[in-house]
């Protein structure tokens, strides 16, 4: 089973890590414990500014992040690797969080 990670840095620093977790028959590690495989490094670029919030659609394979200066990317993954499906700058209109609906439709910002 997949597991995503995406971490946010400054100066645009956009990362997306998959992990291969590896089923490993009587053990009782489990999660993001158990062994894995880095399948996926890739390095998102769209962001100019420290990028602040990360808020993932697990449902449509979406993720979206917003910056310090108000720019917010949705990105979706399409054949193995992830794009910007939409931008929309905020014009230094800080975004403090971004939270999916549970079915993955709307998102409040």
């Not at 808020?55 to 917010?72: F, M, V």
């Not at 979706?76 to 800080?94: A, D, F, T, V």
């Amino acid at each position: 089973r997949a597991r995503w990670i995406a971490c946010g840095g400054e100066d645009g620093l956009l990362k997306v890590l998959k992990l291969e977790v590896q089923a490993v028959k009587n053990s009782k590690v489990r999660g993001l414990a158990a062994p894995s495989n880095l399948s996926m490094n890739q390095t998102l670029e769209g962001h100019n500014g420290t990028v602040q919030v990360i808020s993932w659609n697990e449902q449509h394979k979406k993720l979206t992040t917003s910056d310090q200066k108000g720019l917010i990317i949705v990105w979706m993954l399409y054949k193995g690797s992830w794009y910007e499906e939409m931008i929309n700058n905020r014009n230094k209109s800080l975004v403090r969080d971004m939270q999916w609906n549970t079915d993955g439709q709307q998102i409040c910002i």
